[in-house]
Nanobody
């Protein structure tokens, strides 16, 4: 397992942008595919985006494709989620996750961050 710490959440107007960061504490992320998930009020947690260990392959939920971008900086042990053209329905707690695999796929993450609140106002 890896300890993950998220930051960058906050309140933003619809149409605005926000950049989330997730940094590993105590170990490198170089060998882990990483992902972002979110949970809106009254809803189940859902997949948002994922990135392979090298950053060469990415995957996105249809609801965020074209608006969100996942990237990583392995020397800094950090993964990012750039969120543009934010909508009210993007309001949720966003969680960073490590898959403990090199490539992305239909796997359940093994490590999770504490979550960071993103609120998009109309």
């Amino acid at each position: 397992q890896v300890q993950l710490v998220e930051s960058g959440g906050g309140l933003v107007q619809a149409g605005g942008s926000l950049r989330l960061s997730c940094t590993a504490s105590g170990r490198t992320l170089s060998w882990y595919a990483m992902g972002w998930f979110r949970q809106a009020p009254g809803k189940e947690r859902e997949f948002v985006a994922a990135c392979s260990a090298s950053g060469g392959t990415t995957s996105y939920a249809d609801s965020v494709k074209g608006r969100f971008t996942i990237s990583r900086d392995n020397p800094k042990n950090t993964v990012y989620l750039q969120m543009n053209s934010l909508k009210s329905e993007d309001t949720a707690v966003y969680y960073c996750a490590a898959y403990n695999t090199v490539l992305i796929g239909p796997y359940e993450p093994k490590s999770w961050g504490q979550g960071t609140q993103v609120t998009v106002s109309s």
